[in-house]
Nanobody, 115 residues
Framework: QVQLVESGGGLVQPGGSLRLSCAAS????????MGWFRQAPGKQHELVAT???????NIADSVKGRFTISRDNAKNMVYLQMNSLKPEDTAVYYC?????????WGQGTQVTVSS
């Protein structure tokens, strides 16, 4: 079991950057996969980026080249660096941990990209 707390969301202008952080309540060294998902109003929940405990990443095509996911096992943290933000990136972003067979979710952090 793990509790996840996101931070770092906010309002940013198009073209700007934000870094989201996810703090885990326990060591993440053995957590198979950590990641970020998002949900925009009226849209389905979608994968943004994931990273396994061996460092393999999976990045959604819509954010590839702009977003980077990383994990710091020593600090039990996962990050999502978001650059060149677009209005369509506006959503609630959720941290996720996969400890098969269960998934765990944070409460979400709002990201709004608007001028």
């Amino acid at each position: 079991q793990v509790q996840l707390v996101e931070s770092g969301g906010g309002l940013v202008q198009p073209g700007g950057s934000l870094r989201l952080s996810c703090a885990a309540s326990r060591s993440i060294r053995t957590i198979y996969r950590m990641g970020w998902f998002r949900q925009a109003p009226g849209k389905q929940h979608e994968l943004v980026a994931t990273i396994t405990n061996t460092g393999n990443t999976n990045i959604a095509d819509s954010v590839k080249g702009r977003f980077t996911i990383s994990r710091d096992n020593a600090k039990n943290m996962v990050y999502l660096q978001m650059n060149s933000l677009k209005p369509e990136d506006t959503a609630v972003y959720y941290c996720n941990a996969l400890i098969p067979p269960r998934e765990y979710w944070g409460q979400g952090t709002q990201v709004t990209v608007s001028s």
